[in-house]
């Protein structure tokens, strides 16, 4: 089972950037979708940004513009920047990797993201 560390959450101030990093323990190039999803509290966990292995792109609308979904196959590393965050942005993010020829799904910690002040 391929295992997920995120990293880069914290607080900022609305306008400001971020950029979160998931680091696979598994080459990405044998995952076939590595996603970014969101959950606030009180709120169903929602998908923010995701990449097939292929390089396709897809958003939510509520960030598209904003987020931009990146990977790095050399290091493992697929990124989120996040620029102009909303206070609206402010949930716990979670890395998530699918492998459908084997049937797996599999999800980080997840890293804090408060946007605020």
């Known amino acids: 089972q391929v295992q997920l560390v995120e990293s880069g959450g914290g607080l900022v101030q609305p306008g400001r950037s971020l950029r979160l990093s998931c680091v696979a323990s598994r080459s990405i190039s044998s995952i076939n979708v590595m996603g970014w999803y969101r959950q606030a509290p009180g709120t169903q966990r929602e998908l923010v940004a995701s990449?097939?292995?292929?390089?396709?792109?897809n958003y939510a609308d509520s960030v598209k513009g904003r987020f931009t979904i990146s990977r790095d196959v050399a290091k493992n590393t697929v990124y989120l920047q996040m620029n102009s965050l909303k206070p609206e942005d402010t949930a716990v993010y979670y890395c998530n990797a699918k492998r459908l020829y084997i049937n797996e799904n599999v999800w980080g910690q997840g890293t804090q993201v408060t946007v605020s002040s």
């Open positions: 990449i097939t292995s292929r390089g396709t792109r």
